[in-house]
């Protein structure tokens, strides 16, 4: 870790932090914070994702759609309207409505090949915003004069790399430059999450070895085709037995990676240096 010590971090004059959770625990809350208070540079890397990695994507896929519409193709065909993603920090949902959901296209549904299409754009589109860190931290503070910098990630990083293993390039990318911090929801975050993510489900991206086993077991036991499956309830079903699936590469990050900190404790976090101090305490003395 590039702070071995507490007394290093309270002495470092830039603080880089790379931010690890399950969606829902706090990391886009506390990046916000942290940029608020006007010493911090905030990336976000499904921002990044959206715009610069999967930014054509997403409006090809909109413009695909308008062009079913006689009235829409007309004026496309003959550039009198333009059709953009409006894209932000707050609304990313231009990323996961692109990603879509599979099973019955009646219901909304995508073909599971074209799901699986998708979802590999996006974990090539993750990979290279994630690499992407470094460069961001140097321009925030060489252009904008940042002294701090924090790494907003998404809750599929972990699909994405070997904890176990010291050479992983994306996880030895960050940790040579930021500290990894892992907020670690317990069991009641967990039902919590799950109760949320069945009222207003949306699509998830996965290991594709993990998805595939999911999907042909939903239609083992379900005895359905394809085609006929609700889309949200496959991703219902799937949610709980993602995060079980996440819980241990997570952990296996902060153990070899980085430090961990319970969501119980970011929640009394009110500002920069409630922040400073949380992983103070959190590392070393």
């Not at 699986?116 to 992407?132: M, S, Y």
């Not at 924090?150 to 930021?178: F, Q, Y």
């Not at 949610?239 to 319970?262: C, E, F, S, V």
Request: proline content about 6%; overall charge negative.
């Amino acid at each position: 870790m590039i702070y071995s010590t507490s007394q290093d971090w309270r002495a470092a004059a830039s603080k880089r932090v790379v931010i690890f959770a399950m969606s829902g625990l706090g990391k886009t809350y506390l990046s916000n914070m942290l940029r608020d208070s006007g010493s911090w540079f905030h990336y976000s890397v499904d921002y990044r994702i959206g715009t610069r990695y999967m930014g054509e994507y997403i409006e090809d896929n909109a413009k695909r759609e308008a062009m079913k519409v006689p009235f829409l193709r007309e004026l496309l065909m003959s550039d009198s309207i333009f059709i953009g993603s409006n894209i932000s920090f707050e609304n990313l949902a231009p990323v996961s409505t692109y990603l879509g959901k599979p099973g019955d296209p009646d219901k909304g549904g995508l073909p599971f090949e074209e799901y699986q299409r998708r979802q590999d754009q996006f974990k090539g589109a993750e990979t290279r915003a994630l690499l992407d860190t470094p460069y961001f931290a140097e321009r925030a503070q060489d252009l904008y004069g940042y002294p701090n910098f924090v790494c907003d990630t998404g809750g599929s990083i972990c699909e994405w790399v070997d904890p176990n293993d010291p050479r992983d390039p994306i996880l030895k990318t960050l940790s040579d430059m930021a500290l990894m911090l892992w907020i670690k929801g317990d069991d009641s975050h967990i039902e919590d999450l799950i109760a949320r993510f069945d009222k207003a489900p949306k699509p998830m991206s996965y290991q594709p070895q993990f998805l595939l086993a999911q999907w042909q077991a939903y239609l083992e036991e379900f005895a359905i085709a394809p085609s006929k499956v609700d889309p949200d309830a496959f991703i219902r079903w799937t949610y709980a037995k993602a995060l079980a699936h996440r819980q241990p590469l997570y952990d296996a990050m902060a153990k070899n990676w980085g430090i961990t900190i319970d969501a119980a404790n970011m929640v009394t976090v009110r500002d920069a240096q409630d922040f400073e101090d949380v992983i103070a305490a959190a590392l070393p003395a």
